[in-house]
Structures are given as structure tokens and as C-alpha cells.
């Protein structure tokens, strides 16, 4: 049986990631902040997806993948929060969801928005990743990211900066064009990225919340996610943990790295198949 180690670090106060951990199926969702005051935050919002995910992965893993696919799992247990709690799309606090599945036979990944799934085969890394967020980020590139590059630091004008992004970014959530999350839509889930792997071809797995995986797109911390891989094998994951957390540290002003925090939650699943 594949064995799995987890390392959680928050931000600030309340870590808004959650990782959920079956005997077949693994799940890291990154809740999204809210800047705004609101009934529910993005951790509240991520906290009853992965309860509403927990029981489905779970039948469906004692009995093999059968007829069901990830993303009607996914799209069942976002209808199930969405109606329980009477949420209302473009109103709704959202989450990322990234899923690692497997049977006897093959071994599956679910990506949606921005915290990636990656599999290590014997030819290489195989990451599934969603880049349609940074994608439109990236067409803005001014706004609070050139006001950190010029030296204003965190503080409330970023957070003023910040705000006017977000809700920038925000008109283009599970729109065409646009980049998708869960939310109140469960039509979302079907707009997720995929793929599958022979199981006897796998012999390991990472998932992390883009407050790990920007280690690897942004800071330089580690060159690839094999290089990431190697050490939360060798070290832990916690390791990974910290060293992408001694980068935040080292650029306390986000001069070098501009991001919408000093330091973001942090979730990191190490899934390995083989001793």
C-alpha cells in the first residue's frame, strides 16, 4: 500500500488549506482569502468541500474507480455544499481542489485552478497543473506587483492594491475566458485538467497548495518538482516546508518576489508506491 506523509504550515494565523488522506485517494484544497468581510471565508469553504468529498472517495476507493469519474465526484460534493448552505455563484467563497486517485490498475489526477498535482514515473515528472489564474495575473502585471518591485512593502496600501486585483481577476471566475474554481458551480469541475498513469509505472507523487509549489514556479527554492520530490523523500516534507518559507523570509518586502502575501498557507502530500 502506497504510504503518505503530510506537512500543514499557516501563513498567518488560521491555515485556509486542507488536506484530506484515504487508503486510495489524496486531496490538498487551498481555500481562497477573503479580503472582504464574509459569512464564510475560503478555509470555511474549503473544510466543507473536502467533508463532502471524504465519504465519495472513500466508497468509490474500497471498490475500484467503477463507473465513476473524479470530476462527477467533485461536481456532486460542490452541488451538496452549495445547496446546503444555500450559496449563491459569484457571491460564494471558492477553493482549489487537487486529487490523486488509484486502484490496482491505475493511478489518477484532478487539478483545478491553482495547487498542482505531480507524478513521478521512471521517465521523469509528469506535473498537472491549471495556470489560467496566473495567466490572467500575469496580463496585470502593474498594480500591487509593481508597487511591491518599487519598494512599498505590505501594509494597508497594498491591501488596498491588492483588493482592486482580486476583484479585477474575480469578474473572470468559472466564466469562458476566464479560469475555474470550485465554488457554487458545480459545472466547474468538468473544466479541470486530468490525466492518468498506468499504476506499475508510478512509484510516486506530490500535491501542494501554491504556498509550496511557488518554491518551484517563482522563487528558484528548488530548480524542478524532482528536485522538491528528492527532498521531502530524503528530509520530510516539512522540509520543503521551511526552505520555501526561509525564501518569503529573505525578501520580507516583496521586492524580489511580488505576491499577495508576506507569507501564504503552505500544504504539501508526498504519496509514494513504492519502498
Known sequence: MPSVEVAEQAGAER?????????????????????????HTGGWYA???TAALRPRLAVHSERGHGDTDLADLLAASISEVTAAHG??????????????????????????????VVVFTDSGEHPVTDDRLENLRSEGQGGYRRRLRSGGGFGQEHDEALLAAVDRTGR??????GFWVAEAEPPAAYRARRATWPRGSVH?????????????????????WSALYEHARDSGPQAVLDRVRAAER???????????????????ALVRFRP
Not at 491555515?15 to 459569512?39: K, Q
Request: charged letters at 25%.
Open 172 to 177: 473572470w471566475r468559472n466564466v469562458e475566458g
Open 47 to 49: 473544510d466543507r468541500l
Open 87 to 116: 450559496l449563491r455563484p459569484g457571491r460564494a467563497p471558492s477553493s482549489t481542489v487537487a486529487l490523486l486517485r488509484w486502484n490496482t490498475d491505475t493511478v489518477e489526477a484532478l487539478v483545478l485552478a491553482d495547487s498542482p
Open 204 to 224: 510516486a507523487a506530490v500535491l501542494a497548495s501554491d504556498g509550496v509549489a511557488c518554491g518551484v514556479d517563482d522563487y528558484g527554492s528548488y530548480p524542478n
Open 15 to 39: 491555515s485556509e488549506d486542507v488536506v484530506l488522506t484515504l487508503p486510495n485517494a489524496v486531496a490538498v484544497l487551498d481555500g481562497a482569502t477573503s479580503l472582504r468581510p464574509t459569512s
Open 250 to 268: 529573505s525578501d520580507p518586502d516583496g521586492r524580489r518576489w511580488p505576491r499577495p502575501k508576506r507569507h501564504d498557507d503552505q500544504a504539501l
